[in-house]
Each structure stands twice: as structure tokens, then as C-alpha cells.
């Protein structure tokens, strides 16, 4: 149980820090909407994807796959600093 509650502590302090930073909070709405509207505009003519889908709703979960990707590893990294200049204590 006291593995539920670090984790939970870890996600809620990651989650606050998120929200506080508005350029992180505002480029990672930012960011997939710029994928999504000119590349996929830009693309949507090309014969990249499979015939019959359009190249927005081909490229989509890509997008959100590298959100989630991209995202994670910056809270991993921020998990990581903390514990180097000792803010997290080993046991």
C-alpha cells in the first residue's frame, strides 16, 4: 500500500508542476494541433497513407502516441532530477 501512495504522491506533485509551467501546458496543446493542421493539410493530397483514409486520420494516433511519449519521459526526467540533488530520498 505504501507503493500506491508514493506513486500517488510522485503523480500528483508531477501533475501540479504540469500545470504550473504554462509554456509546457500551452506546447503540448500546441504542438499536435501544428502536426495535425499543417501537416496534414499540407499532406492531405499526397498518396502517403492507404487509399481511401485521409491523411489527418491517418497520421492521428501517431500524434497522440508521441504526446503521450514525449510527456512521459519529461516527468520521468523530472522524477530523475529530483532524486539526483536529493529531493527524493532513497530507503
Known amino acids: 500500500m505504501s507503493e500506491i501512495r508514493g506513486v500517488y504522491t510522485l503523480w500528483l506533485r508531477e501533475v501540479k508542476r504540469y ?4 509554456t509546457r501546458l500551452i ?4 504542438q499536435p494541433l501544428l502536426w495535425l493542421v499543417i501537416f496534414g493539410s499540407g499532406l492531405r493530397f ?3 497513407g492507404p487509399s481511401g483514409i485521409d ?3 491517418f497520421i492521428f494516433p501517431g500524434i497522440v502516441g508521441q504526446t503521450l511519449l514525449f510527456t512521459s ?3 520521468g ?3 530523475i532530477w529530483d532524486r539526483e540533488f536529493g529531493f527524493i530520498k532513497e530507503n
Request: hydrophobic share 45%; proline share 0%; glycine share 0%.
Open 73 to 75: 519521459m519529461f516527468m
Open 55 to 57: 491523411y489527418q486520420e
Open 77 to 79: 526526467i523530472s522524477v
Open 27 to 30: 506546447s503540448s496543446f500546441f
Open 46 to 48: 499526397s498518396s502517403i
Open 19 to 22: 500545470v504550473r509551467e504554462r
